[in-house]
């Protein structure tokens, strides 16, 4: 019996310092997702559409939604401190990302689009 006890506890030690170790990444991408949630208003300044805009609104399950005045897209996003990632319809875009304005702006880039997103 003592034994395992023993082995109970040296396995709860060794899971609780293996988990501790991802809080700090944890807590950086979830920083990140926070910020990215809620409504936002698109500018698009550079590639197709130039000028053109819409709304994009972010989830806290990982979905977003892509509107303007002709179409709606759903679809799933994730972010990173390097990256913002959207997938829609079979086609994924991966973003370098800035936020701005008290992070009220975020500004993507993918070498070919900028969009600058302002909150709504």
Do not use: H
């Not at 997702?33 to 590639?47: D, F, R, S, V, Y």
């Not at 009220?104 to 070919?112: A, E, L, R």
């Amino acid at each position: 019996m003592k034994k395992q006890l023993f082995l109970v506890g040296i396995i709860v030690i060794l899971l609780t310092v293996g988990l501790s170790g991802c809080n700090e990444n944890s807590t950086e991408n979830n920083t990140n997702k926070e910020k990215i949630l809620g409504a936002w208003l698109a500018n698009i300044t550079t590639g197709p559409n130039k000028g053109g805009g819409g709304k994009y609104t972010f989830f806290s399950n990982g979905t977003f939604l892509a509107s303007s005045t002709t179409t709606e897209v759903w679809g799933i996003f994730n972010i990173t401190d390097e990256n913002l990632t959207m997938s829609a319809e079979g086609v994924t875009f991966t973003y370098d990302y800035t936020f701005s304005d008290d992070d009220n702006k975020v500004t993507i880039i993918d070498g070919y689009w900028t969009i600058i997103l302002t909150r709504k």
